[in-house]
């Protein structure tokens, strides 16, 4: 997409929106302005950046881990941006480093006799590992995980941006603003067909004039199915078409009311879900290695839990778990942390090193990862509505997927086409016809 191409005008850069300040608007912000293109870019964000999972995950990388999945070429290729942004961001900056990675498996109470299999000692299993573990296995070395501190490397990247001209905006979208649009032109409609294509992005009751617009909202993105519709050729009301687009400040109640009534969806099976996770930063009295421990936790009742445990660079230690099914709630400001389920966590954690059963608790936190039905990520264009792009559903590997996803989305927009991986599998156009079967991640 070379201009905008409205109104005769010879806009050079398209006027990008990216909907949505986690690590994947981000991530596409910073490639964008790699591209040269930061001027043209507008990141909104309705809380602060990195507010919700984007700035609560734990930030380990795989390099291999996705590889019997489709999303293998695509994970192999961020963990070697992941490489690239260190440098270039600088490695302290983002808590980049690359780390040890085990799995470990623990008791509450250790098999009768009192011998539980002591695996301390062993280079493996470093000494602040302490507790009754009764299996462990290595699982990544240096040379294939690595870890950054989630929140840092997302702001590092807007900041990135923003220094060479992207604009960060306050503010909830509400909408899209689309018109009409032949196909063939420079709208992303096939040719011989009619379709839409962006114009605007409804920003807090005020259209932003755009000639893209990105949806990255994370678990919220599901909301875009209703902002995607054919238009009056399809049978909507829509009045967004006639003379509205690229007017800047106009209030946009009437445009927004208009898309959301009537017409069809043109992706009527997008449906993105949310994870819920609790999560709680420790900070122990003595140093922890790079040791990442994916655990398995049987307590003496029998109940088996499985949280990971993340030792960060700046001393602290994060640890996640107690997964929840519930409904995402309607922003991130909302989403309610629960004490009690910290305390598990923290009681597992401590259980298995002594080291963080009494450290203080610097953060306790919750957050939903995107899942899409298929529990693949959803990247590309919105077939037949010239200019919207999806990025979202990146499940548990959200971090580690970002800076692939953020780079091709900016070679599809300047260039029409992602060329450093195959991203097919992705495509927002499976949504199109209903929901998809569930392939599996
Ligand atoms: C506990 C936990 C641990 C994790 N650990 C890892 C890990 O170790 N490694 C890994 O690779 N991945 C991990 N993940 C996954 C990863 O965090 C997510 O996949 C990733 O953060 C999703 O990023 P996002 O930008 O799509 O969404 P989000 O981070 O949810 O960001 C979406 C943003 O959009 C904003 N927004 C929403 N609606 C609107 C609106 N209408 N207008 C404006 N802004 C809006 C939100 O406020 C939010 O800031 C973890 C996830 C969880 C929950």
């Given at each position: ?8 005008s ?17 991530a ?5 302005a ?5 001027e043209?870019v ?23 881990w ?14 070697r ?15 980049y480093?690359?780390v ?15 011998s ?7 280079e493996?299993?470093p ?9 462990m ?24 941006a ?10 909830c979208?509400e909408?899209?603003?689309l ?17 839409r ?5 409804v920003?807090d009751?005020v259209?932003?004039?755009a000639?893209?617009a990105v ?9 875009a ?90 001393g ?9 099914a519930?409904?995402v ?8 942390v ?42 590309g ?11 979202t ?19 599809m ?7 450093s991986?195959d ?6 156009s ?12």
């Open positions: 997409m070379a201009s905008g191409g409205q109104g005769g010879e806009r050079t850069a398209p006027r990008i929106v990216i909907c949505g300040g986690g690590i994947i608007g981000a596409t912000a910073y490639y964008l790699e591209k040269g293109l930061a043209a507008t990141v909104v964000e309705r809380h602060e950046p990195a507010c919700a999972a984007s700035g609560k995950a734990g930030g380990f990388l795989a390099l291999d996705n590889d019997s999945s489709q999303v293998g070429p695509l994970a192999r290729l961020s963990y941006l992941h490489e690239q942004l260190a440098k270039q961001l600088g490695a302290e900056r983002v808590g480093r690359t040890y990675t085990v799995q470990v498996v623990g008791v509450e109470k250790p098999p009768a006799g009192g539980s299999r002591r695996l301390r000692g062993s493996k299993l000494d602040w590992v302490d507790g009754h573990v009764v299996e296995s290595e699982m990544g070395s240096p040379a294939d995980t690595a870890q950054v501190h989630p929140h840092k490397l997302t702001t590092a990247l807007l900041e990135s923003v220094t060479r001209g992207s604009r960060l905006l306050q503010g979208v909408g899209l603003q018109e009409e649009a032949a196909g063939g032109d420079d709208t992303g409609v096939e040719e011989g067909k009619s379709g294509r962006v114009t605007g992005v920003v009751g259209v932003v004039p000639d893209v949806i990255a909202m994370g678990p919220w993105s599901g909301v199915r209703e902002w995607l519709r054919a238009g009056a050729g399809s049978g909507s009301g829509s009045g967004s078409g006639s003379g509205s687009s690229g007017v800047t400040g106009k209030r946009a109640s009437s445009v927004v009311a208009a898309e959301s009534s009537g017409s069809r969806s043109l992706l009527p099976g997008l449906t993105i879900t949310g994870q819920k996770y609790h999560s709680v930063v420790l900070r122990p009295h003595k140093p922890v290695t790079n040791h990442m421990l994916f655990t398995g936790f049987k307590y003496a009742s029998g109940r088996v839990v499985e949280p990971e445990v993340y030792p960060r660079p700046d602290t230690v994060y640890v996640c778990g107690e997964p929840q519930l409904p709630p309607s922003n991130a400001a909302e989403v309610h629960e004490e009690q389920l910290g305390d598990n966590i923290r009681m597992v954690a401590g259980s298995l090193a002594s080291c963080l059963a009494q450290a203080p608790v610097e953060t306790l936190q919750a957050c939903y990862l995107p899942c899409a039905p298929d529990s693949l990520p959803v990247i264009p919105v077939p037949h509505c010239g200019g919207a792009f999806l990025a559903g990146h499940t548990c590997w959200g971090i580690l997927n970002a800076p692939a996803t953020g780079l091709v989305l900016a070679e927009i300047t260039e029409g086409r992602a060329s991986c991203v097919a599998a992705f495509s927002p499976r949504f199109a016809g209903g929901r998809p079967g569930n392939a599996g991640a």
